[in-house]
């Protein structure tokens, strides 16, 4: 997977911040990257086939370094949808899904096929119910990704593809901080209502179908 550092940005950013520390700049670009994924969902990423363990209903995504995942899109289990629940409506339907069993017998009483996942952090997901040992269950996923708070870099052609998503959303930030020789209220209004216009335009253009909600967004107001 070729990458784009978020530095590459940061020429874009300064004629409107001048005098603005590039690692400020850089730390705004991150941020605008992270919340451009986010409402998007344009990076999408399939992870590899992989077979459940019995008795485990706990597993970490196998996903690529210094990201986060944002939303699972779509699961299958043997060819088959898992259905898709927050984690209070797995808590729910499945009280005890934290337990972890490793005896043959006790896996045989309480485990069973699965019939469905939820997300238990952005770097962990349960299948529920456990799986049982009567067959070998093969997963396959898509979900949506978003640079970790930590990251450098991002995959170079959803970057490319959310670039100027990326920059409406660090300036209209940058803009705004207070006792700077760049602080423009007016310029951030603007850039704040071409960040989402940009992010409902890919939105529409993913035209993914997922669990989650449909987008909301809400134009900040400038004093």
Not at 14 to 35: H, K, L, V
Not at 91 to 103: N, S
Not at 207 to 217: A, H, I, P, Q, T
Request: glycine share 2%; hydrophobic share 40%.
């Amino acid at each position: 997977m070729a990458t784009r550092e978020f530095k590459d940005l940061i020429t874009r950013v300064n004629p409107s911040t001048p005098g603005c520390p590039q690692e400020t700049m850089f730390q705004y670009i991150r941020d605008a990257a992270i919340r451009a994924c986010e409402r998007t969902l344009a990076w999408r990423y399939t992870q590899p086939k992989f077979n459940l363990t019995a008795g485990v209903p706990q597993y970490n995504y196998n996903k690529p370094f210094d990201t986060e995942v944002h939303a699972v899109l779509a699961t299958w289990m043997n060819d088959e949808p898992l259905d898709r629940l927050t984690l209070d409506e797995a808590t729910d339907r499945y009280p005890a899904w934290v337990d972890t069993y490793t005896t043959a017998a006790d896996i045989a009483e309480y485990g069973s096929e699965p019939q469905a996942i939820t997300q238990l952090s952005p770097h962990q997901f349960v299948v529920l119910p456990l799986p049982d040992a009567e067959k070998t269950y093969t997963m396959r996923m898509i979900y949506a990704l978003k640079p970790s708070r930590t990251a450098t870099e991002m995959d170079e052609v959803i970057f490319n593809d959310l670039e100027e998503v990326i920059l409406h959303g660090a300036l209209q930030h940058l803009l705004v901080l207070p006792n700077t020789n760049w602080s423009d209220r007016e310029l951030a209004s603007y850039h704040a209502k071409q960040f989402i216009a940009q992010v409902t335009e890919r939105r529409a253009r993913a035209n993914l179908g997922n669990s989650r909600g449909s987008l909301s967004v809400q134009i900040p107001r400038f004093a």
